[in-house]
């Protein structure tokens, strides 16, 4: 599968800073889902749950934000959020 950098930062740091192959999270106006290749955007996020797969499975984890922005750009994604905790 195709893979995508991902960052997803909060005021304490980085929380991830990888490769994925999936993101979902919850935006303002519905349900957001990205893959390698999304058409570049910008968007709020609600706060709520937030699921990464990785190409390597055992690292794919869940996490719940505390909302925030999502900036989706050719060379990669990126959640900046004022929190994010795993939840595994």
């Given at each position: 599968?195709?893979?995508f950098n991902l960052k997803i930062s909060t005021?304490?740091?980085d929380a991830y800073n990888g490769k994925a192959?999936?993101?979902s999270l919850r935006g303002t106006e519905g349900d957001l889902a990205i893959m390698a290749g999304h058409v570049p955007f910008i968007t709020t996020v609600?706060?709520?749950n937030c699921k990464v797969e990785t190409e390597n499975e055992s690292e794919s984890f869940f996490g719940t934000i505390s909302g925030g922005l999502l900036?989706?750009?050719k060379d990669g994604v990126t959640l900046i959020c004022g929190s994010f905790n795993r939840d595994n």
């Open positions: 599968m195709n893979e005021p304490e740091g192959i999936f993101l609600k706060a709520g900036t989706v750009a």
